[in-house]
């Protein structure tokens, strides 16, 4: 039951440069969608989130693209620094099985910046 | 910044015995959440909690597995007689006033049974 994809599992960028995170989603009825970053041996730490109804969100270094009839979205970083070294965690809620609670989330893209 | 928090780090038991999971959710959140991420997959939701019941709750939610909010901070998650397969991170959530908010995440309990 694949509904969030991350099809990279890894990605390699140089400092300064952008990093672009990708993620593909089956289910229309996902409404809500979360980006978070994770460290080893902690928890998934929250970056920034959209809205169905939006097509952009920006936060600083930080934008998350939705493109609804692709069912696509991609979270972009510039510039890359070396702290950004994480695994980034894509995950979707919505009113889906009459529950509206729960994130689904993808497998993961470790991102690693370069110095 | 409130946090969510998790007690313990690390817990090893043997297979069969019964563990309780912790978490202190941010003070003024109303949903809670458990999800587990075993080694290699996916995090995966268990269930969440609000108002006092279980709102949802996931496949892997079965019988052996029970949640608590004893008192105004503590949320819990007890495994009643532990499998070598539940043996993963287990992670503690909470969001805020409405359903679909941000949930914010604990630093996990690593949990291995042997």
């Known amino acids: 039951d694949q509904q969030v994809k991350q099809n990279s599992p890894s990605l390699s960028v140089q400092e300064g440069r952008i990093s672009i995170l990708n993620c593909d989603y089956t289910?229309?009825?996902?409404?809500?969608f979360l980006w978070y970053k994770k460290y080893p041996a902690e928890g998934p730490t929250f970056l920034i989130s959209i809205s169905s109804i939006k097509d952009k969100n920006e936060d600083g270094r930080f934008t998350v693209f939705l493109n609804k009839s692709a069912k696509h979205l991609s979270l972009h970083i510039v510039p890359s620094q070396p702290g950004d070294s994480a695994v980034y965690f894509c995950?979707?809620?919505?009113?889906?099985?009459?529950?509206?609670?729960?994130?689904?989330f993808g497998k993961g893209t470790l991102l690693t910046v370069n110095p | 910044e409130p946090e969510v928090t998790q007690t313990p780090s690390h817990q090893v038991t043997q297979m069969g015995q019964e563990v309780i999971l912790r978490c202190v959710p941010i003070s003024n959140h109303l949903y809670f959440y458990w999800y587990r991420q075993i080694l290699g997959q996916k995090v995966e939701f268990l269930v969440s909690f609000y108002n006092n019941e279980i709102s949802e709750k996931s496949e892997i939610f079965d019988d052996q597995f029970s949640v608590e909010r004893p008192d105004g901070s503590n949320f819990t998650l007890k495994i009643r007689s532990t499998k070598l397969e539940d043996s993963a991170m287990y992670f503690c959530?909470?969001?805020?006033?409405?359903?679909?908010?941000?949930?914010?995440f604990g630093p996990g309990t690593r949990l291995l049974v042997l």
């Open positions: 959530a909470s969001s805020g006033l409405a359903a679909q908010e941000t949930q914010y």
């Open positions: 289910n229309s009825m996902f409404d809500y």
């Open positions: 995950a979707a809620s919505g009113e889906v099985g009459g529950s509206n609670y729960k994130l689904t």
